[in-house]
């Protein structure tokens, strides 16, 4: 059986609380011997600058770069607000993004049956829902040049963002899209703005042309950034997969994830190039939420959004589909018998502790196991 080298980074506030959980998680699968995880342990954000004055150290980075994945916590808190800018806790989380090469983030937008109250839109709409939001993210307008504000000296100042995305960046990320939706419903949504963005022109083209080439067998559809927001709000169970660029995947991810509920719910993967001689991709997995620093160190947060980014490793980084689906399982079961953390609670359900909660979702899934 393969060993595979998982680094954890908890981090700082409840990133520490809800990795405790997926410990648990871990040390039970290799107990079982139902796969091989060895594990090491990091510092990064405003644990990694108490002990460094640096938001993740290089002799850290060696490590993540040595791993097979990433499992991230959460970063930040008030104490760091005045620390210097290059040492902030948000920037070791950008370091490892960056030096790792990880173009593209998966937001999965998954509406349990138990929680569909939960979102603002009617349960008709949201029941059942199970969406990927593949966002392209080390490119587009965030990164591109210039970017500057200049004195006009007039009174007024210019502000440019500069919009900017290469083929290959476009060809990489569709095919991450067309991938993943092989392995779900076959259907990848393409979202940019080419009635108004020579960038979303192009986006368009090349998607058009990987698809052609490489994906005759999955359905393809275009929409405009704009109206594909509305239709997701509209009637969300359209889509499977959708993929867009760094702006409108910033936004389209947020808004597909507030249809499911709470933060404390929402997993994330961020995966790099396939390395052509091991054939690994580097990658890293991490709840969609902050640090929760009102509630960090009162057993109060929510662990799923932890378990579930550990699942979606045990799925995108380990071909351990089989054990992802039940861990995913064992999430729902354990809402569907109505354990809530206080983030999620509603009348008629019982509050649980993030330990009481990792540990209902680990007895789940022995007895999934038998
Ligand atoms: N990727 C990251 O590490 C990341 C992401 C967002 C924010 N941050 C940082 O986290 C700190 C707090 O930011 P914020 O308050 O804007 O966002 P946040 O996500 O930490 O919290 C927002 C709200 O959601 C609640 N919440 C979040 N996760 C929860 C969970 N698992 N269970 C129950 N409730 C949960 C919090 O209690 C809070 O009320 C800031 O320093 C911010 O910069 C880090």
């Given at each position: 059986?393969?060993?595979?080298?998982?680094?954890?980074?908890?981090?700082?506030?409840?990133?520490?609380?809800?990795?405790?959980?997926?410990?648990?998680?871990?040390?039970?699968?290799?107990?079982?011997?139902?796969?091989?995880?060895?594990?090491?342990?990091?510092?990064?954000?405003?644990?990694?600058?108490?002990?460094?004055?640096?938001?993740?150290?290089?002799?850290?980075?060696?490590?993540?770069?040595?791993?097979?994945?990433?499992?991230?916590?959460?970063?930040?808190?008030?104490?760091?607000?005045?620390?210097?800018?290059?040492?902030?806790?948000?920037?070791?989380?950008?370091?490892?993004?960056?030096?790792?090469?990880?173009?593209?983030?998966?937001?999965?937008?998954?509406?349990?049956?138990?929680?569909?109250?939960?979102?603002?839109?009617?349960?008709?709409?949201?029941?059942?829902?199970?969406?990927?939001?593949?966002?392209?993210?080390?490119?587009?307008?965030?990164?591109?040049?210039?970017?500057?504000?200049?004195?006009?000296?007039?009174?007024?100042?210019?502000?440019?963002?500069?919009?900017?995305?290469?083929?290959?960046?476009?060809?990489?990320?569709?095919?991450?899209?067309?991938?993943?939706a092989?392995?779900?419903?076959n259907k990848v949504?393409?979202?940019?703005?080419?009635?108004?963005?020579?960038?979303?022109?192009?986006?368009?083209?090349?998607?058009?042309?990987?698809?052609?080439?490489?994906?005759?067998?999955v359905q393809l559809e275009?929409?405009?950034?704009?109206?594909?927001?509305?239709?997701?709000?509209?009637?969300?169970?359209?889509?499977?997969?959708?993929?867009?660029?760094?702006?409108?995947?910033?936004?389209?991810?947020?808004?597909?994830?507030?249809?499911?509920?709470?933060?404390?719910?929402?997993?994330?993967?961020?995966?790099?190039?396939?390395?052509?001689?091991?054939?690994?991709?580097?990658?890293?997995?991490?709840?969609?939420?902050?640090?929760?620093?009102?509630?960090?160190?009162?057993?109060?947060?929510?662990?799923?959004?932890?378990?579930?980014?550990?699942?979606?490793?045990?799925?995108?980084?380990?071909?351990?589909?089989?054990?992802?689906?039940?861990?995913?399982?064992?999430?729902?079961?354990?809402?569907?018998?109505?354990?809530?953390?206080?983030?999620?609670?509603?009348?008629?359900?019982?509050?649980?502790?993030?330990?009481?909660?990792?540990?209902?979702?680990?007895?789940?899934?022995?007895?999934?196991?038998?």
């Open positions: 059986m393969a060993t595979h080298k998982l680094l954890l980074l908890p981090g700082d506030g409840i990133g520490p609380e809800v990795m405790g959980e997926v410990k648990c998680l871990i040390g039970w699968i290799n107990a079982q011997g139902i796969a091989r995880f060895e594990t090491e342990e990091g510092l990064v954000g405003g644990a990694a600058y108490e002990a460094s004055k640096q938001s993740i150290t290089d002799s850290t980075m060696s490590q993540a770069k040595a791993a097979d994945a990433v499992i991230f916590g959460a970063v930040g808190g008030s104490k760091w607000d005045s620390v210097p800018y290059e040492a902030r806790p948000e920037a070791g989380l950008l370091r490892l993004r960056k030096d790792l090469g990880l173009f593209a983030n998966l937001r999965p937008a998954v509406c349990y049956p138990a929680l569909a109250e939960a979102s603002s839109l009617k349960r008709q709409v949201v029941e059942g829902l199970d969406i990927m939001i593949v966002r392209e993210l080390t490119g587009g307008v965030y990164f591109g040049e210039p970017k500057t504000i200049t004195d006009l000296g007039n009174g007024q100042k210019r502000a440019i963002d500069t919009q900017v995305y290469d083929t290959y960046e476009i060809e990489r990320i569709a095919r991450v899209a067309f991938d993943l092989k392995k779900r419903r949504t393409s979202m940019e703005k080419r009635n108004v963005m020579k960038s979303g022109v192009l986006w368009n083209e090349v998607v058009t042309q990987v698809h052609n080439r490489e994906y005759k067998d275009h929409q405009l950034a704009d109206s594909g927001g509305m239709n997701l709000v509209k009637s969300p169970k359209q889509f499977d997969v959708i993929v867009t660029d760094n702006l409108f995947g910033d936004m389209l991810s947020d808004i597909a994830a507030m249809l499911t509920g709470s933060l404390g719910m929402l997993p994330s993967a961020s995966l790099g190039e396939i390395d052509a001689k091991t054939k690994k991709r580097k990658s890293l997995f991490e709840p969609v939420h902050g640090s929760a620093p009102d509630i960090a160190g009162q057993g109060l947060a929510n662990p799923i959004a932890m378990i579930a980014s550990f699942a979606m490793a045990l799925r995108y980084s380990f071909e351990l589909g089989a054990l992802a689906d039940k861990v995913e399982a064992a999430i729902a079961a354990v809402l569907a018998k109505g354990m809530r953390t206080a983030d999620i609670k509603s009348a008629g359900t019982t509050a649980v502790s993030t330990s009481q909660m990792g540990e209902a979702i680990l007895k789940e899934l022995q007895a999934l196991y038998g």
